[in-house]
Each structure stands twice: as structure tokens, then as C-alpha cells.
């Protein structure tokens, strides 16, 4: 009898630890049958896909088992009678934008989604249910799931300026972005340390200006410099297969150009744009620019025609609605030094900097616009009155964010503290980072809309971003080390419920994610695994 009790609690202990579900983000529903059979995924199984628009989601999914299980699958718009995986269309399954409904019994996994991107979410948290060691034979749970996303801007950054990421990286870090289910990657091109996008009609931005001549070693101010020649860019075509590759995950490329400050690269190579145009710019080799060096456009119209020429190949380029502007950190110091931004001012009747910011911003707004897009700034674009259509992405703090909501403007919450992945993840870091502490409980439980907003003002938060900047990732390694796990606390914040937010049940299911993370070779920090 005491053998047979043994039998049985052991055996409904294996049911419920092979069906225990450890999905990143936390879906809005999820159930998991210990009475039904799970589904095994092998070689004879198919993938229909009867509206061909989901063959997309179909070739990701193959993609997937190809790489990490060596399986690969037929892919056809025929049903067989069972061990198949079905993707669905159907704008029925759910009131929600991007939802999808995921079902497995023993004869087949079922993926409805209300639209394309809702069944590639969908097929997400598949990828998420297959075991976490490469083998031929895929055992997936009974399970239900129903889920929605909860913020339509899901975002992550990269900085490619200070240090450079190739075509190869950048598509990986876009699959990193889709498995965590977000759907806008926010591509910092152009900053003082280098300009990474060809244009056409200025080459000496990327025979000049995607160059330095060394780079500061150490944490800044730091205690040298290496003096090696360091830059890169991305030729057009290279660009135009980015964004193709992210497009087909779902996911908006939002190309960033900086204006009026950040502009040390572009300087550089034409200096007769900025306010002091017979000094010699170079392209920054030290980090800490703001307020130290003269990197600020002088507002006149030949830079305006300059912007403008530039934004015109970057618009052709990004289907995106939102081209980002940049607007921070521009020193008025510098204006207010010029004899020329002083004489603009007066022709304007501006009276102060601050209000010359805005006229710069405006004005580039407006030919923004007059191409049928919208711009993105820095919180700084709220400085001397916001643009009529401006997007604020607020970074110092949320104020800024919550300033632009009360206004009726939209607003990308990514305050530095909790949403800077290049700040130390622990007190004592294993490698160089910049010198401030953003650990993962801190990203996990911010919520990006404040209670100072009512219920009407809280609907202009778009939703949130993480931010990587590269002062001190020199390498794709050192990126996922600053990247993960953050990005799936992240990617909960933005996607699951407030109240399904649970910080200890997150760090259980992220231990299932550092297998994974193993399975497909992630750099993450060990630490996590001690406790």
C-alpha cells in the first residue's frame, strides 16, 4: 500500500513539474492540465498554415526548431488528422489588439490570433514551452493560454554610436526583442562619437565622421586613451535588410538622428554647421560630453537644409511613423556665445535659449510632418514649449513623461534609473560599467504610469523603453551581459497585467529562462544562478 501511495504522489509529482508553465512575460491567463496528455513535437509533425499572411510566423517558428533541435518541419495549408500545429487568423478570438489564444492537446497545438503580430506573440510563448536542451523529440504541455499585451510601445534601445555593432549583431539582438515579445527597437545611429548611417548626398559623414582617432580607457573622465582609430557604419542596403529582417518579427525600427546637440561627428565633417565654423571639430573620443565641448548646430538655414536633406534618405529608408530627433542635453552656452544664434533669436522674436531650442525643434517638426511622419524627442524637447505633435520619450525622471500626458501628447517612459541597462545590475560588477546602480528588482517594479495622472491623462502613456548605451560595451557579449535577464523583467512590465506582476514567481520562471539562454549560447551574469 505504501508503495502504491509512493507511486502515485510521485507520479502526480512529475505531471505537475512537467506542466509547470514558466513563460517571460507573464501571459494575462494561463492553465495547465495535469489530466490531459502533453503533445510531442517530431519530425513527422506539420505546421498548416491555411492565410498564407502567417507563413511568416511559420518560417520563424521552423527557424527555431531548425537552429536549437536540429528538426525541421513541413510547413502546408493542408489539416492532417492529428501532430500538426496550426497558426490562425481570427479577429474573433479577442476584443484585444495583438491577442492571441494557445492551445495543446494530444493531437495538436492551436495558435489564434486577432492579427499577424497577435499569432507570432503567439508562437513566442511556444518557443517558450519546448524544453531547454537540444533534442528530437519536443514534449509540450496540455495548456491554455489567453493573452493580450497590456502597452502598444514595447521598446528597447541601442547605442551603436559610441561603440559599433555589426549587421550580425544587430539582427540577433532584434531576436532577443521578439522573444520577449516587443515591438519597437529604437536605433541610436548618430551621436558625437560617431555616425553610423550612409547618406548619400553627404559621404564625408561617413568618410569623416563614422571615424576617431581613440577612444578614453577606463571609467570616465578616465586615465588615458588607447589612440586607435575606431568607427564603422551601416551602408544603405545594409539598413534596407535590418529593417526587412525586424518587420518580419513584428517589431518598428525607429531610427534615431540627433539634433541640435550630439552633433560632434557631424562637425567634424562639416564644420561650417556649427556656431564656431573656423574651429576644427573632431569626432569624440571621451564620454561625458554635455556642457564640455561646443557640439551643438547653429540654427540657421543651411543646417535646416542639411537636417532636412539628411532626414529625407532616413524617411525613405524607415517605413517607421516616428523618426526620434534627439532634442537632450543641447548647452546653450553656445548659442548664447554666437553672434549669429544671437541675431536668429532677435529675427525671431525669441528671448531666451531655451526658446530657441523649440523653434529648432518645431521647425524640424514640421518638415517631419510634411512627409506624413511624427517626431520623437528627449524629455529637453518640452524646454520653451513642446511641438504640436511631438512624441516626449522622458528620461529624466518621469516628470517629463507626465508633463507631455497632461498636455495630450504621447509619452515614452525610460527614466535612468530603472530603465538604463548600462548601469550595474549589482553593487559589485564583474565588468566596467557606468557608474550607477539599476538592479532587476528595480526594473521589475516600476510601473510606468504615475498616479499623479487621471484616468484620461494615463492613456497618453504609450508605454515604456530600456535604454543600452555603449560607453562601456565594447563587444555583443558584454551587451547581452547588460541586456539580460533586465530585458525580461522589462518585457513583464510592458506586457503582462500590473496585477499579475509577482517579483518571486518571476524569478522562478527566469530560471527556466537561463536555460534557455544556455540552449542558445545568451551571455548573462552567473550571480543570478547563486540564489
Known amino acids: 500500500m505504501k508503495n502504491f501511495i509512493f507511486l502515485f504522489l510521485t507520479t502526480i509529482f512529475f505531471k505537475l513539474s512537467a506542466q509547470e508553465i514558466n513563460i517571460i512575460p507573464q501571459p494575462v491567463y494561463v492553465k495547465a492540465d495535469v489530466n490531459k496528455n502533453s503533445f510531442t513535437i517530431d519530425e513527422k509533425t506539420q505546421i498548416v498554415v491555411v492565410d498564407s499572411s502567417l507563413v511568416n510566423s511559420a518560417n520563424f517558428l521552423n527557424d527555431y526548431f531548425q537552429r536549437y533541435y536540429n528538426l525541421k518541419l513541413k510547413i502546408t495549408n493542408l489539416t492532417p488528422s492529428q501532430n500538426y500545429i496550426s497558426l490562425i487568423l481570427n479577429t474573433r478570438v479577442s476584443e484585444f489588439e495583438d491577442a492571441y489564444i494557445l492551445n495543446t492537446l494530444d493531437s495538436e497545438i492551436s495558435i489564434s490570433g ?45 547605442d551603436v554610436s559610441r561603440h559599433f555593432f555589426d549587421v550580425e549583431f544587430v539582427k540577433q539582438y532584434i531576436d532577443y526583442l521578439a522573444l520577449h515579445k516587443m515591438n519597437y527597437f529604437h536605433w541610436h545611429l548618430t551621436d558625437d562619437h560617431g555616425w553610423r548611417i550612409e547618406i548619400k548626398k553627404y559621404p564625408k559623414l561617413t568618410e569623416i565622421g563614422a571615424w576617431r582617432n581613440g577612444s578614453i580607457i577606463g571609467l570616465y573622465p578616465g586615465i588615458g586613451n588607447d589612440s586607435i582609430r575606431y568607427g564603422g557604419f551601416y551602408t544603405q542596403e545594409q539598413i534596407k535588410d535590418v529593417i526587412d529582417y525586424a518587420l518580419k518579427r513584428y ?16 562637425l567634424a565633417s562639416y564644420p561650417e554647421l556649427g556656431t564656431e565654423p573656423n574651429k576644427k571639430y573632431e569626432v569624440a573620443q571621451t564620454w561625458g560630453i554635455f556642457n564640455k565641448f561646443n557640439n551643438v548646430l547653429q540654427p540657421k538655414d543651411t543646417t535646416f537644409k542639411f537636417l532636412e536633406n539628411v532626414l529625407i534618405e532616413v524617411m525613405d529608408l524607415f517605413p ?39 523653434y529648432f525643434i518645431r521647425r524640424m517638426e514640421k518638415f517631419v510632418n510634411s512627409k506624413g511622419k511624427t517626431i520623437i524627442g528627449w524629455n529637453e524637447i518640452l524646454q520653451g514649449g513642446l511641438a504640436p505633435n511631438a512624441v516626449v520619450m522622458s528620461w529624466q525622471g518621469d516628470k517629463g513623461g507626465i508633463e507631455a500626458a497632461k498636455q495630450n501628447h ?103 529562462q537561463f536555460k534557455r539562454y544556455d540552449l542558445m549560447g545568451i551571455t548573462y551574469s552567473k550571480k543570478y544562478l547563486e540564489n
Open 410 to 512: 504621447k509619452a515614452i517612459m525610460t527614466p535612468e534609473m530603472k530603465m538604463y541597462f548600462n548601469h550595474a545590475q549589482f553593487s559589485k560588477e564583474d565588468s566596467l560599467t557606468a557608474n550607477k546602480f539599476s538592479p532587476l528588482i528595480d526594473v521589475y517594479n516600476y510601473e510606468p504610469i504615475s498616479t499623479e495622472l487621471n484616468a484620461e491623462q494615463a492613456k497618453y502613456i504609450w508605454g515604456a523603453q530600456g535604454c543600452l548605451w555603449s560607453e562601456y560595451i565594447t563587444n555583443p557579449a558584454k551587451a547581452e551581459y547588460m541586456l539580460f535577464p533586465r530585458l525580461d523583467a522589462l518585457s513583464e512590465v510592458l506586457w503582462s497585467p500590473k496585477d499579475k506582476r509577482n517579483y518571486p514567481d518571476f524569478l522562478k520562471r527566469l530560471k527556466t
Open 251 to 266: 517589431i518598428t525600427i525607429i531610427p534615431e538622428i540627433e539634433m541640435p546637440a550630439h552633433n560632434l561627428a557631424v
Open 320 to 358: 517607421s511613423q516616428y523618426i526620434h530627433i534627439g532634442g537632450d542635453e543641447a548647452a546653450k552656452t553656445w548659442w548664447k556665445q554666437s553672434d549669429v544664434s544671437q541675431q536668429i533669436m532677435k529675427a525671431n522674436d525669441l528671448k531666451t535659449e531655451s526658446e530657441l531650442q523649440s
Open 114 to 158: 486577432t492579427s499577424k503580430p497577435g499569432v507570432f506573440y503567439g508562437v513566442q510563448s511556444l518557443i517558450q514551452l519546448l524544453p531547454t536542451s537540444s533534442t528530437n523529440s519536443l514534449t509540450i504541455p496540455s495548456v491554455n493560454i489567453v493573452d493580450h499585451p497590456r502597452f502598444d510601445y514595447r521598446g528597447m534601445h541601442l
